[in-house]
């Protein structure tokens, strides 16, 4: 088995899908941006990228494309789907909601150490 | 895309994939060399961050959710693809396994033909007979006329109710007279069944009455005959037992109560005298439970109504009560726990069958383990593995399962046919969807069963210690493995050969029994009096001597006798006696079957004459009563002292002078006799029966012939002679007392040949798993038999140990069995009647045989292993 992505389980699918929001992107290009957008904090091992991918796909949250790139290659360009949409809205809306959450119960925790 | 879609185009989806990735380590590469880096170490750096190419795939495969059917797809492939390989293996795994599940389904077929299909009636499930229960004898009783009419007023909880009882006759017009069986059912009988007639109208009300227009429904079957289908029928008149009735209805095809009867007449309409008789119990009730109300609060109701039966007419009802069942139970009647049981046999042999295959499948296991270890070593997950061996056995299983049910398609009719007499709801047994789940679940569970010890087997497996030590050696876990499946397939040889062996006994022991008549030419026919004759009784006395006497004058025929009752044949009448003028309580009082004879029963029979005379010619009914009784009757009722001469109080027929004492007749069969509850025997002269039962008595009354030559060869004579002044004298239900007494034993002899079967199948079974695994363990043991021979074991020595460890197995396997058998055969004796559990010989010799079956089964292997060349069992080491 190839090793886990150090993101928390299943954030990676956000993540993925948040990237994708911004207008069709190929893979290798979603690698790239999920490394510069989190300066480096984010280290998406590119193995368990692919997987990912196809896994959203597969579930229709994500549509492929063969477009060509502007090196005149042909590349897979994924986009979000409508359904995409609207679970990337829910999913970053809990997101949203669980770091406050946390961040809320460790400032009380540190509160409570004082 | 649908996973149809993606599983379709699997290959495109896949090149597509290889394309994806080409390009991200291209653009990666390409980046790396943008930033300096030489293009070798680039490539490599591209390679690296991304992980095998191969590994990123799979996971990628597995994520498209359509993996499992790929993989199942695959294996398949390739689980044809070694089956192709290995014909053989094929053939053997296939055919033991499509005979198992065959006969598996056959027998699930009937069962749920007959108990498990619900009754082609609306709400079948709310359906009930009653019966008159009491104290001594059970529940095996009708109700009487009067007491069914109060319990239909009186019964909120039973609505509607209705009755009906046996009555045949001749129909005259139109066509040919013929005898037919028929039924005498209650106004609402139609509607308790919910069933519509298919033309015309059931009963009314009025019609069910004493003195009403006599009205009948007729069978679709006579319809078609007679009527040939018209719609004509309906109003058109029909002659049956000499009085003109009208049609009114025709019955559905395929409406039956029990057994097929073809004329419906109204029971209300029947004057005889046993109808105003609160004591002639000869009525069939059946009653549908009324909205919303549960058996248990019917039981209460009848229990009640009972009780106020009981206190209002205690000569009738004392000590009885009245009880509900559901109408599939009285229907099926005690086929039941035989077929339970026939299921249970070959569920046996469909077990013995998966153990056989189970270890076949383990010994290619285990010569595949190199295979399987080397799977592993290239990427197999361990799952993967099990989940192939499974598809393997699953594709055996449902294969096989395929050719069972091929086979149980085509079996299922002899199979019904052969079943002794008449298989209750024969007609509703054919393969449906129920059959087929059945036929499916017992393929995947055989296949699950015979395929899980080598998956598991393949799962658990140390791996490099599996590549190193190659294919040659055998592992003691194995080892023990393969002794346990022989153990098991011994054992469960062992419960079905012991059982065959038991019933056979029985069967030769029950046919050796002495019947108590000489059943050597003798033919037992029922006779139809000319329908004109039957309402005057001083003519229907001289229509049955005239009868007896034109029987004699037929060529062959020796001596001819009257009876209501044949013995070894369906009827019965019980009646109470007691030995003192005053009767004992209604619940103490004895019941002895009584017969009607004329005097020349005993020479037809061949019943011997113990004490006294038997019946003369000045046995008249103005002469003094007589009876004579059996040996169990004189036993039971006169102890130690002379019965001869003694009174004898008989329920309905008064007191009576006992003339003489006659050897006991098997009436109830050879094998049931034994158990029946009632043994006793009284014979009481035909020429006494009141002249206002004569009618009565006239519609069961049988001839039974002694013959000098062949009996069956004087049935067509005897036809003829007997047609009688108006051509209307019938003979039917013809017997001859041989075929009679075999009948009685059919269900014993049925379930002997069918044990026999399959012991014989589970004996096969057992030893070419005996000689399977042996052939499997001494090849896979040829170095170390070679070392042995090479230090000096001789042919002798090597055949004895293969043999003493077959042996092992043959003594464990038989010990197992053993136990499983006293409990089998513990079964059999509640179940069959006049077998008996504890036959140590029989134990005994079935035991021997299994043991040297397998002996013979293990020899082969044993001295095949005695020949291997020593030298060159070493050098392939």
Known sequence: MTAKSDLPQGTLDLLILKIAALGPIHGYAIAQRLQQVSRDVVQVPQGSLYPALHRLENRGLLAADWKETETGREAKFYHLTRKGRAQLETEAASWRRLIEAVSLILRMSEGGAE | ?877
């Open chain 2, 1 to 877: 895309m649908t996973w149809w879609h993606r599983l379709w185009r699997r290959k495109q989806i896949d090149e597509q994939l290889d394309k994806e990735l080409r390009f991200h380590l291209d653009r990666h590469a390409a980046d790396l060399i943008a930033r300096g880096r030489p293009l070798e170490q680039a490539t490599r750096e591209a390679r690296l961050a991304l992980g095998g190419p191969e590994q990123v795939k799979e996971e990628c495969r597995d994520a498209r959710g359509t993996r499992w059917l790929e993989d199942l797809l695959q294996d398949f492939r390739y689980t044809l693809r070694t089956l192709r390989q290995k014909p053989g293996f094929a053939a053997v795994t296939l055919s033991t396994l499509a005979l198992g599940i065959g006969a598996t389904t056959v027998m699930f077929t009937v069962i749920n033909g007959v108990l498990l299909k619900p009754l082609a009636y609306p709400e079948p499930e709310r359906l009930v007979t009653l019966h008159r229960h009491t104290e001594k004898y059970g529940d095996w009783w009708g109700v009487s006329y009067p007491n069914f009419l109060d319990c239909q007023r009186e019964s909120r909880s039973l609505t509607p109710m209705a009755a009906w009882s046996y009555g045949g006759g001749t129909v005259s017009e139109p066509g040919e007279a013929e005898y037919v069986a028929g039924r005498q059912i209650s106004s609402g009988l139609f509607s308790v069944y919910g069933v519509a007639l298919l033309r015309g109208r059931a009963f009314l009300p009025e019609e069910d009455r004493p003195g009403a227009a006599p009205v009948v429904i007729i069978s679709y079957g006579l319809w078609q005959r007679r009527y040939s289908g018209s719609r004509s029928a309906i109003g058109s008149p029909l002659g049956f037992d000499g009085k003109s009735y009208t049609v009114v209805g025709i019955a559905p095809a395929g409406f039956r109560l029990d057994g097929d009867a073809d004329v419906f007449t109204p029971l209300g309409q029947n004057t005889e005298v046993r109808m105003r008789n609160r004591e002639a119990n000869f009525i069939h009730v059946v009653a549908r439970l009324g909205p919303g109300v549960t058996l248990a609060e019917a039981q209460a109701e009848l229990a009640l109504i009972g009780r106020r039966l009981a206190e209002q007419y205690p000569k009738a009802n004392a000590a009885s009560g009245l009880q509900a069942q559901p109408l599939r139970q009285d229907l099926v009647g005690d086929v039941r726990p035989t077929l339970w049981l026939l299921l249970g046999a070959v569920s046996l042999v469909l077990l013995i069958a998966c153990v056989n295959i189970a270890s076949l499948l383990l010994a290619r296991a285990v010569s595949r383990e190199r295979e399987l270890a080397m799977r592993v070593a290239l990427g197999a997950g361990r799952g993967r593995l099990v989940r192939q061996c499974l598809t393997e056995s699953a594709v055996l299983g449902i294969c096989g399962g395929a050719l069972g049910v091929l086979l149980a398609a085509i079996g299922i009719r002899p199979f019904v046919v052969f079943w002794p007499g008449s298989l209750p709801r024969a007609e509703e047994i054919r393969l449906d969807w129920h059959v087929l789940l059945f036929a499916l679940s017992a393929s995947l569970c055989s296949g699950l069963l015979f395929g899980l010890a080598p998956a598991l087997r393949a799962s658990a497996r140390e791996l490099e210690q599996c590549l190193r030590a190659g294919a040659r050696t055998i592992t003691g876990s194995s080892r023990r493995l393969h002794s346990g499946f022989v153990i098991a397939e011994i054992a469960l040889a062992v419960v079905l050969l012991v059982a065959a062996g038991i019933l056979g006994r029985t069967v030769l022991r029950l046919s050796s029994l002495d019947p108590g008549i000489n059943i050597r030419n003798v033919l037992a026919t029922h006779v139809s009096l000319s329908p004109g004759v039957l309402e005057n009784p001083a003519q229907i006395r001289a229509a049955w001597s005239d009868v007896v006497d034109r029987a004699r004058r037929v060529p062959g025929v020796q001596s001819v006798a009257l009876t209501d009752i044949i013995p070894m044949r369906v009827g019965e009448n019980g009646l109470g006696y007691w030995t003192t003028p005053a009767p004992p309580p209604p619940n103490q009082i004895p019941i002895a079957l009584a017969s009607s004879v004329t005097p020349d029963y005993l020479k037809v029979m061949g019943v011997p004459l113990r004490q006294g005379r038997f019946f003369n010619d000045h046995d008249r009914i103005d002469a003094e009563p007589v009876v004579v009784i059996d040996e169990v009757l004189a036993q039971h009722a006169f102890g130690g002292s002379e019965p001869v001469g003694k009174r004898l109080w008989v329920q309905a027929l008064g007191p009576a002078k006992v003339v003489g004492v006659v050897g006991h007749v098997r009436h109830w069969g050879l094998a049931s006799d034994d158990q029946a509850q009632v043994r006793d025997q009284i014979y009481y002269p035909f020429a006494q029966v009141p002249d206002h039962l004569m009618r009565l008595f006239s519609s069961f009354m049988s001839m039974a012939v002694r013959t000098s030559i062949q009996p069956l060869n004087v049935v067509e004579p005897l036809r003829r002679e007997l047609r009688g002044a108006t051509g209307d004298q019938t003979l039917y239900d013809v017997r001859t007392m041989e075929e009679l007494a075999s009948a009685s034993l059919a269900s014993q002899r049925f379930l002997m040949t069918l044990f026999g079967v399959f012991a014989g199948l589970a004996l096969l079974l057992a030893c070419i798993g005996i000689y399977g695994v042996l052939v499997y363990v001494t090849s896979q043991r040829v170095p170390e038999i070679g070392l042995r021979m090479a230090l000096g074991a001789s042919a002798r020595n090597v055949i004895w140990h293969v043999l003493r460890q077959s042996l092992g197995m043959i003594f464990v396997g038989v010990g197992v069995g053993l136990a499983t058998a006293a409990a089998a055969a513990r079964l059999l004796q509640r179940l069959v009647a006049g077998v008996r559990s504890t036959e140590p010989l029989t134990f005994g010799i079935m035991i021997s045989i299994l043991v040297v079956a397998a002996l013979f089964a293990s020899f082969l292997p044993a001295r095949r292993a005695s020949r291997v060349d020593p030298m060159r069992a070493l050098r392939q080491e």
